[in-house]
């Protein structure tokens, strides 16, 4: 199959490229670079020394043989170069990564408010409107978030995958009707995954576009079977307030003996999933595309779910390092249930890392390996959801 | 009150100014012009000889004594000329007209489809980033449209205002949920308002932003009480196959003697308000915001609803002229019916102009007294809603 991994540079992306050429997809890399651009922007890098685009490809290659293109192109600024793109290579399946992807940095200040809107709306609109354009009849996968549900809205529902079947009052009584699920984004950056599924939902009702919307809870870990095979294709890990994932700050946080942050009581339970699973969840969505007319298929793409202070409880258990907490600089519920039905990958063969299995090997073969990385002013998130919200000072000094 | 009108030259933003500076408010127009340009690009006028906005304020001015000020902005791209602006007037409210409006127009062609979530999206987000990042207090009142419930999702029930209170499942039984209407757009433009109302849902949620949102049926009518004071008032008349609504088509296809173009069967049920009414109703909405905190307020902005084909008869039997059943240019039900709740507006006591009663005034002094500035070739509608969909042949030669 021919695949267009959009956002492949990144965090998600990176190995995910990696994985469907390993399993014999012909990939070609579309990314404008944008993360690594951010990282000089909050002057942070990743934990591991992730190396520039094109040698990770050159080593791909070294390694495996295979080809892996690389397009250098912005999808919000470049709709032309991408339509051009579109019909030369003519894909069969495109997988959208190429949004920005991290809540606080998301509210960080307007220039990022903004950013994300304008980044990912339109980025999202192009790629629809190119693929209508062409009239190709390509499948979409894209990643949205668990966060474009909210948490505790159906009560002690199991929050349903995408859609959820309400009953409406009438004159003529009650009738049902399939809804997609109602959106309660908790920042900008949920906020524009919530657009994107409007935009999904027009697209595959004018234009029959096959599109499959993936709900992910939180990544954690590092490395995937295709990235362990050379130090040069080691993904990213991102530590900071704003980039960083909660569970890999904390397995950080414990490898450099900083106290884990939590927000709050920690009583918000989320969802989790390994980068090894994502992946491979990718996979089979990119095998079980929606027919084409069909709405949008939607999946729950977590495998587990923790409340945070649990988590960090576990991680000092397992490493002696305390729990400090701090003022939250979201407006969330300070405490929620979550209940996530996730059959689908299941029935079709996910068989999930399980998380109480892989911190240890994440905390020693990536957290303590690359500590000397670590830049502990990074480490509080400072970007608050309103203006004058209290934050942490540091907690250690660097 | 000082109040900001984006999009303040518009079909509706210009009645809607002068309407609000003849009963006190102290208005400044911000607008980019960008309607007059789109004429340009269509090569098509206003039936109406419309005069520059410079002249218009002008003209205003020397009748009135009441000074209208004018800003001319792009609210997508230009947000730190817009938050300046803001923080410079500290307006009391905000009246959000500044979007592309024409269904047609927004499926045209990939431009314009890409124009209109661009501009719409990023417009309106500033809008509301702005009114965050000053901290201002700025009550905005926005011009939604009906499109976003879509035609017949609920059965025999009526269009509620805004929220649908519906029965969800949990394991310990059904709860109530209040929910945003789902929303079911027909055009890359009614998209873009359902887009909206989730950037409203979150930045009321988020920064506690008094928003009104305007579902409004299709306008017709030309002047109000404020525009017929010299005709270098007058106000916008679009009769062409992109930005004319159905009623004034039908109106000034009378006057010249032009078959009545109805898109399929007609058998489409729409609502219907006439610009007198919308300047009155937005009047009414600056007048009763929501308090700090409350979820955004929505009110139906429509008085009468009828179907397409019974318009068509009526303006028929009134003048003669015949109808012409085209090929449907949209992808849209063949026939709905539409029960439209309007109680909100009629207890805050507007009092409509009912069709039956303003249609030979808009014929007499509109589309008979212009008659001769139509460009017949501009009539048809040829905006398709997928590539390869039939459409008509001019009716008339010119």
């Given at each position: 199959?021919?695949?267009?991994v ?9 190995p995910?490229s ?15 670079l944008s993360?690594?651009?951010?990282d000089i ?5 990743s ?11 050159a ?10 293109g690389?397009v ?6 470049e ?11 003519q894909p069969d399946a495109?997988?959208h990564?190429?949004e920005?992807?991290?809540?606080p940095?998301s509210?960080r ?11 990912n709306?339109?980025g999202?609109h192009?790629?629809l409107a190119a693929i209508?354009?062409?009239g190709q009849?390509?499948a979409?996968?894209?990643?949205g ?9 159906s009560?002690?529902?199991p929050?349903p995958?995408?859609y959820?079947t309400?009953k409406v ?8 009707r399939?809804?997609?699920?109602p ?7 949920h906020?524009?995954?919530t657009l994107d ?21 939180i ?11 050379d130090e040069r ?5 991102d530590?900071?307030g704003?980039?960083g ?12 003996g900083h106290?884990?942050?939590?927000h709050?009581?920690g ?5 989790f999933?390994?980068?090894?699973d994502?992946?491979?969840?990718i996979?089979i969505?990119l095998?079980?595309p ?5 709405k949008p ?5 977590v495998?587990?779910t ?7 409880a ?7 390092v ?12 300070v405490?929620?249930e ?15 890392t ?5 911190l240890?090997?994440?905390i ?5 390996k690359?500590?000397?990385?670590a830049d ?5 998130a400072?970007?608050?959801w309103?203006?004058?919200?209290e ?8």
């Amino acid at each position: 199959m021919k695949v267009l991994v959009l956002g492949g540079d990144g965090f998600c992306g990176w190995p995910t490229s990696l994985h469907l050429s390993d399993i014999g997809h012909d990939v070609t890399i579309v990314d404008n670079l944008s993360r690594r651009a951010i990282d000089i922007e909050l002057e942070v890098e990743s934990l591991t020394p992730i190396r520039p685009i094109g040698e990770r490809l050159a080593v791909w290659r070294e390694l495996t043989g295979k080809e892996i293109g690389f397009v250098r192109l912005d999808l919000a600024e470049e709709y032309d170069r991408f339509e051009a793109l579109l019909r030369d290579l003519q894909p069969d399946a495109i997988v959208h990564f190429g949004e920005q992807r991290a809540a606080p940095y998301s509210m960080r200040n307007i220039a990022a408010k903004r950013y994300t809107v304008d980044n990912n709306v339109r980025g999202t609109h192009n790629v629809l409107a190119a693929i209508a354009e062409t009239g190709q009849d390509i499948a979409l996968v894209h990643l949205g978030t668990m966060g474009v549900y909210g948490y505790g809205w159906s009560g002690s529902a199991p929050i349903p995958e995408g859609y959820l079947t309400v009953k409406v009052p009438t004159p003529d009584g009650e009738i049902d009707r399939e809804i997609l699920h109602p959106a309660n984004p908790g920042s900008v950056y949920h906020l524009t995954k919530t657009l994107d599924q409007l935009l999904f939902a027009f697209y595959t009702s004018n234009d029959q576009i096959r599109i499959t919307d993936l709900h992910q809870g939180i990544v954690w870990g590092t490395q995937t079977p295709q990235t362990v095979r050379d130090e040069r294709l080691i993904n990213r890990f991102d530590y900071d307030g704003d980039y960083g994932t909660v569970l890999n700050r904390f397995l950080m946080q414990a490898a450099i003996g900083h106290p884990l942050t939590v927000h709050g009581t920690g009583g918000q339970t989320r969802a989790f999933i390994h980068i090894r699973d994502t992946v491979r969840c990718i996979q089979i969505a990119l095998e079980n595309p929606p027919t084409r007319g069909e709405k949008p298929k939607v999946f729950n793409q977590v495998t587990e779910t923790y409340r945070v202070r649990d988590l960090a409880a576990l991680i000092s258990s397992m490493t002696g390092v305390s729990v400090a907490n701090l003022p939250n600089p979201r407006r969330e519920a300070v405490e929620n249930e979550l209940n996530v039905s996730r059959e689908q990958f299941l029935a079709l063969g996910l068989n999930p890392t399980i998380l109480s299995e892989g911190l240890l090997e994440e905390i020693r073969n990536i957290a303590e390996k690359y500590r000397d990385r670590a830049d502990t002013t990074k480490i509080i998130a400072r970007s608050t959801w309103r203006k004058g919200m209290e934050t942490s000072p540091d907690l250690v000094q660097s």
